[in-house]
């Protein structure tokens, strides 16, 4: 039905910036919020941010003005810009949204497998 494929994770340095991307594939009629959660080893899965499909934002304290949502309509996709990346940030990121695959069908929502994100000196 549904696929949502991150990529852009990496190993960074402190202080260091990445750029993640999450396609959304299939037989997509519209998708409505986008957003990005993170899971660090040992802890609970997190909010990161969310962009909805008139492009308003919302981000965790913890990465206000550090990170960026985006969201490109035409291909799918969603991008988070990482800047000032800190040792705290390490942890898989994962991309959600919520999709409607036909004109009769309620949102559902979806998830990606998860992109590592590594930060270390």
């Known amino acids: 039905q549904v696929q949502l494929v991150e990529s852009g994770g990496d190993l960074v340095q402190p202080g260091g910036s990445l750029r993640l991307s999450c396609a959304a594939s299939?037989?997509?009629?519209?998708?409505?919020?986008m957003r990005w959660y993170r899971q660090a080893a040992g802890k609970e899965r997190e909010f990161v941010a969310t962009?909805?499909?008139?492009?308003?934002?919302n981000y965790a304290d913890s990465v206000q003005v550090r990170f960026t949502i985006s969201r490109d309509n035409a291909k799918n996709t969603v991008y988070l810009q990482m800047n000032s990346l800190k040792a705290e940030d390490t942890a898989l990121y994962y991309c959600?949204?919520?999709?409607?695959?036909?004109?009769?069908?309620?949102?559902?929502?979806?998830w990606g497998q998860g992109t590592q994100v590594t930060v270390s000196s």
């Open positions: 959600n949204a919520d999709v409607r695959l036909t004109r009769f069908a309620a949102y559902g929502n979806y």
């Open positions: 299939g037989s997509i009629l519209s998708i409505n919020a």
């Open positions: 962009i909805n499909s008139g492009s308003g934002t």
